[in-house]
């Protein structure tokens, strides 16, 4: 009994039906996947963002109060009272004496502060400011080094939304286009077919 065209079109039909379902349930599942896979890149992302607001908050008050104590020093005077305090703890004082400006100066002499540094304080003292020597060294690399993790990280999450676009927007199109092609080859060798069962 031959086939009619009506049976090779309901063939046609239900396989493209079933190429159709196929495409939809691989375009989902991948769907699926990419939105588990985001929601625990966002969640990171999001996280690390936090901690970055909060160290930028609490450098920002320590920068603006060591700004506001630099600002009120205007004086020799104030300099050498308040320079004890930012020096780093040594084992004995270091003292300040500053001059009798009561007294008169010989022309062309400006008065002189002098401090006395006790010899236990003088190695102490040498390795703090090497350490801030190498901590504003290391300062300036890590500058330079967020400037760039930050373009990256940008870059980043543009080739990150562009891949989000392009999965919602073509991942069942591709797929279903690539079923049409086979349905296409497939609806061609059944009227190929039913052509030659007719003759």
């Known amino acids: 009994m031959k ?11 239900a396989i493209a039906l079933a190429l159709v379902t196929d495409a939809w349930h ?12 985001l929601a625990a890149q966002n969640n990171s ?12 908050s609490q450098l920002k008050t320590a920068l603006a109060a060591m700004q506001a104590q630099k600002l009120a020093i205007r004086t ?13 703890q040594l ?10 400006l009561s007294a008169p100066l010989a022309p062309g ?6 401090i006395s540094i006790p010899q236990p304080d003088l190695v102490p003292l040498y390795d703090d400011l090497q350490d801030c020597r190498e901590n504003k060294a290391q300062s300036d690399a890590l500058q330079k080094d ?3 993790e930050k373009m990256r990280s940008a870059e980043l999450l543009h080739e990150r939304n ?9 991942t069942f199109l591709v797929r279903l286009k690539r079923s049409a092609k086979w349905f296409g080859i497939g609806a061609v060798a059944g009227v190929a077919l039913a052509a030659a069962v007719r003759h």
């Open 3 to 13: 086939p009619s065209l009506h049976i090779v079109a309901i063939i046609a039909a």
């Open 109 to 114: 002499e400006t008065p002189s502060t002098t």
């Open 162 to 170: 562009a891949a989000i676009a392009t999965a919602h927007g073509g």
């Open 91 to 100: 084992p004995l004082p270091v003292t300040i004496h500053d001059p009798d």
């Open 45 to 56: 992302i999001r996280q690390a963002a936090d901690r970055e607001t909060q160290r930028d």
């Open 146 to 148: 967020l400037a760039d």
């Open 26 to 37: 691989s375009a989902r599942h991948d769907s699926q996947q990419l939105a588990a896979t």
């Open 76 to 88: 020799s005077q104030q300099a050498s009272k308040e320079l004890p305090t930012v020096l780093p």
